[in-house]
C-alpha cells in the first residue's frame, strides 16, 4: 500500500489518533526539552479486561495483533527512535476468554540506545488502564510517569551525593498552541491540511509502517522463541 500511494503520487495515511493526545504530545515535548537528560529507557503497562465478543475471541495473536501498535507507535513517538530489535514471550493465560495469546511482554532495542518494555493484557479483570498504557520515562537527569490521563509529572535531580538523590516533582507543561492534538478531530485536520498544502501528515504509511514492523517482528519473535531484527 505504501508503495502504490507513491507509485500514484498520492499519501497513504493511517488512523493513529493517539498521538494527537494532547498528554502524549507534553510527554513529548518534555523530552524534546532535554530536561530528562539522556533517554534511557521507556516502560509501558496495558492492562484490560476486555470483553468484545466476535471474531478477537477467536482470532491468533489477539494482544499484539489487534491492539499493540498503538502503544508501539506512542513509544517511538515519545522517544523519538525507531525499533532495531525485540525479544517477546506471548501466552494465553488461564481464565482467558480468547483463543490464543491475550498476554504478551516485549522488550525492543532503539535506534539511539533506549531500550523499550512493554507489558500487556486484554483479559486482565481490575485496576485497568487506561487505554494509552501507563507509563515510565526514565533519563539520566530524571524521570515522567504518565497515567495515561491528564497529568503527566516529572522528578528532576536536584541534589546528588546521598544514598538517593534529591528531587523536584512537577507537572508537565501544556502542549504547544501548534501540537498536534484533538485526537480523531485532530488527525482528520491534520489530512485536510496535508490535502490543501501537499506536506505530508504524520501518520503517513510510509513512517506507520515502523510501527507495524514492531508488531510483527513480536509475533515472529514469540512464535520462535528468539530474538529477532525488526525490518520493514
Known amino acids: 500500500m505504501v508503495q502504490a500511494g507513491q507509485d500514484a503520487g498520492v499519501y497513504h495515511a493511517v488512523v493513529q489518533n493517539r498521538r494527537y493526545d494532547p498528554n502524549i504530545r507534553r510527554v513529548r515535548q518534555f523530552v524534546e526539552s532535554g530536561r530528562l537528560g539522556d533517554l534511557t529507557a521507556l516502560h509501558a503497562d496495558f492492562f484490560i479486561g476486555a470483553h468484545f465478543g466476535g471474531f478477537r475471541d477467536a482470532m491468533q495473536h489477539v494482544l499484539l495483533l489487534d491492539m499493540a501498535i498503538h502503544t508501539f507507535d506512542a513509544a517511538r513517538l515519545i522517544c523519538g527512535q525507531d525499533p532495531v530489535r525485540v ?72 541534589g546528588t551525593g546521598g544514598f538517593h538523590s534529591t528531587f523536584e516533582e512537577l507537572e508537565l507543561p501544556a502542549a ?48 520462535t522463541g528468539q530474538a529477532v531484527d525488526v525490518t520493514w
Open 176 to 223: 504547544a498552541p501548534d501540537a498536534r492534538t484533538g485526537g480523531h478531530e485532530g488527525l482528520i485536520r491534520d489530512a485536510v491540511r496535508a490535502l490543501r498544502t501537499g506536506n505530508a501528515p504524520e501518520t503517513i504509511a510510509s513512517d506507520n509502517i515502523k510501527s507495524l514492523a514492531m508488531v510483527l517482528a513480536a509475533i515472529r519473535s514469540a512464535e
Open 87 to 158: 525479544h517477546c514471550h506471548e501466552w494465553n493465560p488461564a481464565g482467558s476468554w480468547y483463543a490464543h495469546g491475550a498476554n504478551a511482554v516485549a522488550v525492543f532495542e532503539m535506534t539511539g540506545g533506549v531500550v523499550f518494555t512493554y507489558r500487556g493484557s486484554w483479559c486482565a479483570e481490575g485496576f485497568p488502564t487506561t487505554w494509552e498504557s501507563e507509563w515510565r520515562v526514565i533519563g539520566t537527569q530524571g524521570t515522567v510517569r504518565w497515567d495515561g490521563g491528564d497529568h503527566p509529572r516529572a522528578a528532576l535531580v536536584t
